[in-house]
């Protein structure tokens, strides 16, 4: 039996139906799941016909064994990042330049950046006075962007960092960024396409600064002293000898902006309104917080994306040899997808999945159940760095602030481009932290554990 013969979900024949689905993910996919199971048909729009999965056995045999025979199913990025990004890549050169990219996104390289994270955090939270209200999205993608400016660019004069900003404060705002999504034709460059014409002129103008800063790093006298993420890209070979081109490296840096930017930011932004919104957690967090327990702190920003992963999607490939579920085969025609909620949500692996609790993560969880940086060959290679820069500012909010909710309920989330954002953009009210408990002390009583 073929795809076709799978329990056939949404089924939404326009580029308009195919946003409100994406729009209202949860409840889509949710409705369809009850009705016909872990896995379902979807014709979505202009989009390939695809297959929704929370199955987590199909996720294991879609992510794992020889990566070369599953295809990325990224081609709605190829305009946004440039055909020689990394997410672009057929499955052999994908898999060598993956190679090239990995050590400064693993181990000491990535740990070293938390001091950067630390003096950009304390910096900003200098400007906070208790009893002040702060939109945290816009706090975060302050930060988030400085770390790229600063760790993958490596760009130290002011005016150039000023212009950037300034850059990428006008794309993020360009209207209807998040329709072109949903249309693809609308993503192109031509004349007809005036819709596009806005983010087109400012790309124009990033692309002419990220190759001027990828010249003035190759020129750098000092190349081999830097330990930016561009100058190491740009000293890395392959087993060839062959090193990245220009149109490489500005590829993924696009790649690397595009991801680590306002996703990170988001991810801040919803921790700080669910903390918000419970008290113990809250609590429990700065305690960890002022004594240094990472290994809380981690399970902190893990249950952050669990419960608000900021992309819904966790994974997608065409398989390019048949690929079976259950009684069905899928072909490379078809591109098979993880929702990342659904598992996320799924309360046989998460009891209470809504409810925000930490704990979960002090102890192991199954396998193919935490899936907000995707997995397998395609796992997002900067997702060390995205944690650790959540539970860096996180961190050092709780330390010096108390959170305060600006409503009673927990804000719901509203859709910006292909990422869910707290609707407000994570607004809160600050307070100046309680004094760090002494050692000995009871612990204060605190509320309970409020659902997210």
């Not at 209470?352 to 997995?375: A, H, I, Q, V, W």
């Amino acid at each position: 039996m073929s795809a076709d013969d799978l329990p056939p979900g949404p089924r939404l024949p326009s580029a308009a139906q195919a946003y409100l689905w994406a729009y209202r993910f949860r409840e889509f996919t949710e409705a369809a799941h009850r009705r016909y199971g872990q896995t379902f048909a979807a014709r979505i729009g202009g989009l390939p016909q695809s297959v929704v999965t929370i199955d987590r056995d199909v996720i294991r045999r879609l992510l794992t064994g020889d990566p070369t025979t599953k295809r990325h199913a990224n081609d709605l990025l190829r305009e946004a990042l440039g055909d020689r990004s990394l997410l672009l890549l057929e499955p052999t050169e994908h898999l060598a330049r993956r190679k090239l990219l990995t050590p400064p996104f693993h181990g000491e390289r990535v740990r070293a950046y938390a001091r950067l994270m630390e003096q950009l955090a304390a910096a900003e939270l200098d400007t906070w006075t208790p009893g002040s209200e702060q939109t945290v999205v816009k706090v975060a993608q302050r930060l988030t962007l400085d770390v790229i400016l600063d760790a993958v660019l490596g760009i130290s004069d002011d005016g150039v960092r000023d212009r950037l900003r300034a850059l990428f404060d006008a794309m993020l705002g360009v209207p209807a960024s998040e329709l072109v999504f949903y249309y693809p034709a609308f993503q192109q460059r031509r004349r007809w396409n005036t819709l596009a014409e806005i983010y087109w002129r400012k790309r124009d103008v990033l692309d002419a600064m990220l190759d001027d800063q990828i010249r003035a790093t190759r020129a750098d006298p000092r190349l081999e002293q830097r330990e930016d993420i561009l100058a190491m890209m740009i000293q890395a070979r392959d087993e060839s000898g062959a090193a990245l081109t220009d149109t490489d490296l500005r590829h993924e840096l696009n790649t690397l902006i595009a991801a680590g930017h306002e996703t990170t930011a988001t991810a801040i932004a919803w921790g700080a309104e669910l903390l918000a919104h419970n008290r113990a957690v809250q609590d429990r967090a700065r305690e960890a917080a002022n004594e240094g327990d990472q290994k809380y702190l981690d399970a902190l920003v893990k249950e952050i994306l669990r419960i608000r992963a900021p992309v819904s999607v966790g994974a997608a490939r065409h398989p390019l040899e048949p690929f079976e579920i259950g009684r069905h085969t899928i072909t490379s025609e078809t591109v098979v997808v993880v929702n990342a909620w659904g598992v996320h949500l799924d309360p046989a692996v998460y009891p209470e999945p809504d409810t925000f609790k930490p704990e979960r993560f002090l102890e192991p969880t199954p396998d193919y159940s935490f899936m907000p940086f995707g997995g397998g060959a395609h796992r997002c290679l900067g997702a060390a760095l995205a944690q650790l820069e959540i539970r860096v500012v996180v961190g050092a909010i709780l330390e010096r602030f108390e959170l305060l909710p600006m409503q009673p309920e927990l804000a719901r989330g509203v859709r910006r481009g292909i990422m869910l954002t707290p609707k407000g953009g994570g607004r809160v009210r600050i307070a100046a932290a309680p004094a760090p408990r002494r050692a000995g002390a009871p612990a204060p009583a605190s509320a309970a554990a409020a659902r997210a």
